[in-house]
């Protein structure tokens, strides 16, 4: 890997993150918001409106997914890393999966009934509420912190947590992504010097590892 190197560094990014985070407010509150939603939707979902409810958070995931893409990738990083049309893409081509896969063939139900769904929700809580705090803990000022919806580590990381929630063969369409990602993270954890992204690689690894694992097929 000598002589590999990335066009920005953590300074760069951080304060394209504030940009970003400023530029487009309230996007990111309403991001984390709806993320909030998602995760009270997994836990208790209307009475008999179960396919409701899972359509609403893949339309959850899939926006988060789109903005990702378009704006984060395509728009703000794009003018400074020559990855991100092909990142952008990427979760372009997510959120219409996701989209495909629990909204439109109604192939995914999310739940609460085992100690793997409880594992995911704390994962998607990890994504909510750590992820920032230990970005912040790391010295970086909390205008310029990437918040789930809008910016790729902690949107993997919710979406890696929901798939754990997921039943039907349709959630597999939730972790291509996260598992890319997870590579994504971990080279950028060595090149920015910037530990926390090797956090971000294994759960993401572990999460993806667990919901591929058998016996979560379509089960309840």
């Not at 081509?93 to 793997?116: E, I, K, P, S, Y």
């Not at 572990?206 to 591929?212: H, Y």
């Amino acid at each position: 890997m000598a002589g590999l190197a990335l066009p920005y560094d953590v300074d760069v990014f951080f304060a394209a993150m504030a940009r970003s985070n400023a530029g487009w407010w309230p996007a990111p509150l309403v991001g984390a918001l709806a993320a909030l939603v998602a995760v009270a939707l997994v836990l208790r979902p209307p009475p008999g409106r179960e396919r409701l409810a899972a359509r609403l958070i893949g339309l959850v995931l899939a926006g988060f997914a789109l903005w990702v893409g378009a704006v984060h990738q395509l728009g703000l990083m794009a003018t400074f890393d020559f990855m991100a049309p092909v990142y952008g893409w990427a979760w372009i081509a997510h959120a219409l999966a996701v989209a495909a896969a629990v909204t439109v063939a109604g192939g995914v139900r999310f739940r609460r009934r085992d100690r793997r769904d409880t594992l995911g929700l704390a994962l998607a809580l990890v994504a909510i509420v750590a992820y920032p705090v230990a970005v912040v803990a790391l010295g970086q000022d909390w205008r310029a912190v990437p918040l789930v919806g809008t910016a790729p580590d902690s949107t993997a990381l919710f979406t890696a947590g929901l798939a754990l929630t997921a039943r039907g063969p349709g959630r597999l369409a939730l972790v291509v992504l996260p598992l890319a990602w997870a590579a994504v993270a971990a080279l950028s954890a060595h090149l920015l010097a910037f530990p926390l992204d090797y956090a971000v690689a294994l759960l993401l690894v572990a999460a993806v590892a667990a919901t591929v694992a058998p016996g979560r097929a379509s089960g309840g």
